[in-house]
């Protein structure tokens, strides 16, 4: 069994360039003198099989900017593809499709339901669908993540980290096209924080996934290949093979 292989299923629906795009994107929240512009034309496009994180001082919009990714909020003005699929021309019950057959969440409240066991809810989005789950994929995820002596235990008797490599496989299993992570590490100690950061980025070297994740670590940023800010709700620059020190200096020039 070669992790080599579990890539390619996890990718073989997926041959775009780019797995995620956002052109001349907009948000604004309330109207007239109420208004607040959170996202002010945003172009961005994130690589199939890459980890990219989005940074910014607060109130830059990285937030926003991920949801209305994910089709979890709507656009003001601008477009939305994941992959060549326009989401933001979908409908409600075409959105919700979409999220659960082509897209991973990963937050940073671990969103377990506490009467399943690990295996129980790593599986539930596939047992929503009615979906059969791949075994060969699913051993490979769960030794990916390092739970195999942990999938008969439920949320309670596992520590934060335990939870939170939970909530990565769940969203792991269904082979999606892009996962999106908003602060992953947030309710982390640093250990726990290392331990989910290094199965993300594994998830993304050795099984071919893509993430975009929002985060306000440094050193959480530097896992992922390309880091991408914002500023006042506008893409202002971005850093290739970050490391905490650049991401910092980068922050600090922002926020000064």
Do not use: W
């Amino acid at each position: 069994m070669t992790i080599t292989g579990a890539g390619q299923r996890l990718t073989e629906h997926a041959q775009e360039r780019h797995a995620v795009t956002a052109r001349g994107l907009v948000k604004v929240y309330g109207s007239g003198d109420a208004a607040v512009h959170a996202l002010r034309g945003v172009d961005v496009a994130f690589a199939q099989g890459r980890f990219t994180a989005i940074m910014g001082p607060s109130g830059s919009g990285k937030s926003t900017l991920m949801h209305c990714l994910a089709g979890l909020d709507t656009v003001t003005e601008g477009e939305v593809y994941i992959g060549d699929t326009e989401i933001t021309r979908l409908n409600d019950r075409q959105l919700t499709r979409l999220r659960r057959e082509r897209i991973g969440f990963v937050f940073q409240s671990f969103n377990l339901l506490p009467t399943l066991t690990a295996e129980e809810n790593i599986l539930l989005p596939l047992n929503i669908a009615g979906r059969q789950p791949d075994r060969e994929l699913f051993d490979l995820v769960i030794d990916t993540v390092g739970l195999r002596e942990r999938l008969k235990h439920r949320p309670s008797e596992l520590s934060g980290g335990q939870q939170q490599r939970v909530a990565v496989a769940r969203a792991l299993i269904t082979k999606p096209h892009v996962i999106f992570a908003d602060e992953p590490t947030g309710n982390l100690d640093s250990r726990s924080g290392t331990e989910v950061l290094s199965f993300l980025r594994t998830s993304v070297r050795e099984l071919g996934q893509t993430i975009v994740m929002v985060t306000h670590d440094p050193v959480a940023a530097s896992y992922a290949d390309r880091v991408v800010f914002l500023r006042d709700g506008r893409l202002v620059t971005e850093l290739l093979r970050p490391t905490p020190q650049s991401v910092l200096d980068t922050l600090v020039k922002l926020e000064g």
